[in-house]
C-alpha cells in the first residue's frame, strides 16, 4: 500500500501533463481532483493486488522495475481499455490523454516495483510470524539467513 502511494505521485504528474486527467473528469462530468482521487483510489487496488498477488516474489530490488512495469501494463489492458475505449460508443481518450494514461500506468508500474522491495523489507515477517531486521541479500543467498530458519 505504501508502495502504491509512493508511485502515484509521478504518475498523477504525467496524467496531468498529457491532459488524460482533464479528459477524465471532463467525460464523467467530475473536477480534475476527483479524477486524480478516484485514479489513487484504483491505483492502491492495484498496488494492494501487487503485493497479495506476487508476495515474497516482487520483493526483488533488481528485478522489480521489470515485474512492477510488466503489472502496470496488464492492469493498463485490462481496466482502463475496456472501460474507456471498448464499452463507451465513442472512446473517451484519444490523442495525448490515451498515450499519457499507457505511460502513466507503465511509469506507476516501474516505480511500485523499484519502491516495493524497500517499503516491503520494514514489513517482513519470518517464517514463525516475528518481524525480522532488514535482509542483506536477496536470491539464493537470503536461504542461508538464519532469520528466516524455522524453530524446531
Not at 504525467?14 to 484504483?42: E, N, T
Not at 498496488?47 to 533488481?62: E, I, M, S, T, V
Not at 510488466?70 to 490515451?98: E, H, N, R, S, T
Amino acid at each position: 500500500m505504501t508502495a502504491s502511494i509512493i508511485a502515484d505521485m509521478p504518475a498523477l504528474g504525467l496524467l496531468k501533463a498529457f491532459g488524460s486527467l482533464d479528459a477524465l473528469g471532463q467525460a464523467a462530468h467530475f473536477s480534475v481532483i476527483i479524477a486524480a482521487l478516484a485514479y489513487i483510489g484504483m491505483m492502491l487496488l492495484g498496488g494492494l493486488l501487487y503485493g497479495w498477488l506476487f508476495q515474497r516474489a516482487a520483493n526483488d530490488p533488481w528485478g522489480g522495475w521489470l515485474f512492477g512495469m510488466a503489472f502496470g501494463f496488464v492492469l493498463w489492458m485490462l481496466g482502463p481499455i475496456p472501460l474507456l475505449q471498448w464499452l463507451p460508443k465513442q472512446p473517451i481518450l484519444i490523442g495525448y490523454p490515451a498515450v499519457g494514461l499507457l505511460l502513466g500506468e507503465l511509469l506507476w508500474g516501474l516505480v511500485l516495483g523499484i519502491a516495493f522491495p524497500f517499503a516491503h523489507r520494514a514489513l517482513r515477517v519470518s517464517l514463525d510470524g516475528r518481524l525480522v531486521a532488514p535482509m542483506a541479500s536477496t536470491g539464493p543467498k537470503a536461504a542461508c539467513d538464519p532469520h528466516l530458519m524455522r524453530r524446531s
